[in-house]
């Protein structure tokens, strides 16, 4: 390798080595819980510094399965999502690295071709109901949250999104609750509770929910403070 190759590459190691390792929130809880909300939330703090990235993009692609045979399928379990790929790309953003994250197409069940770059940020947010339920994935979050809602709460707010935004009818929408969304919250979701360093309680108003968000903004805004903006 020329001498000019190997100085570029000890210089871009060296300088990996100086940034500062972005901060990984974790925002976990059952479907219609209000995950994505409050990630969207925190990241107003600071746009360009705090980015959110859905554990949803790495669901496996089902392309191999016939169409009406995928939306019997289980998708909340563990065994539904690429996890050795999050956790892989989770470790490269760590190591202040670049990664190319998958696109889920929920109207058919597959992963679509093209994927999304993401450079890590000083702040990074991860949403997903089962973040914290593998145990190799929760360690590597410095910050774990839990947000907790009553069943009733979720089994509308799941209704509404899957028929408005993920071309599902309501039968089938409340069938694959019953079926599979609330055993798996009790089997999967739920005791991912116990690894939350905090757990938020969205059953109540946007100003309730906003006032106990004001400690994790208060983080953000710690960890920021020491990082300069680009």
């Known amino acids: 390798m020329p001498e000019a190759a190997i100085l570029t590459k000890a210089t871009t190691q060296e300088a990996s080595r100086m940034t500062p390792s972005p901060y990984f929130i974790a925002v976990a809880g059952g479907t219609g819980s209000g995950k994505t909300y409050i990630a969207k939330e925190l990241q107003k703090i600071d746009p ?21 045979e995928r939306k019997t399928l289980n998708y909340d379990e563990p065994q539904a999502l ?12 760590k190591r202040n690295e670049t990664a190319f994250i998958p696109q889920y197409d929920f109207g058919t069940h597959t992963r679509k071709q093209e994927t999304c770059e993401v450079k890590p940020t000083p702040v990074m947010i991860f ?16 910050l774990k949250i839990f947000i907790d809602v009553e069943p009733d709460i979720r089994i509308a ?23 599979s969304a609330q055993p798996m919250h009790d089997k999967y979701v739920e005791p991912g509770k116990e690894a ?13 929910l906003n006032t106990a968000l004001e400690v994790v903004r208060a983080r953000i805004k710690e960890v920021l403070g020491g990082v300069s903006s680009s």
Request: net charge negative; no cysteine.
């Open 82 to 93: 690429d996890n050795d790929l999050f956790l892989a790309h989770l470790k490269a953003w």
């Open 127 to 142: 949403d997903g109901i089962l973040i914290l339920s593998i145990p190799a994935i929760a360690q590597i979050f410095d």
């Open 48 to 68: 360009k510094r705090v980015s959110v990235i859905g554990h949803d993009n790495y669901y496996k692609d089902r392309s191999d399965v016939p169409l009406e």
């Open 157 to 179: 707010r799941r209704l509404l999104r899957d028929v408005g935004e993920r071309d599902r009818t309501f039968e089938e929408s409340l069938n694959q609750y019953l079926t």
């Open 196 to 208: 939350a360093d905090l757990v938020i309680n969205n059953n109540g108003s946007l100003e309730e």
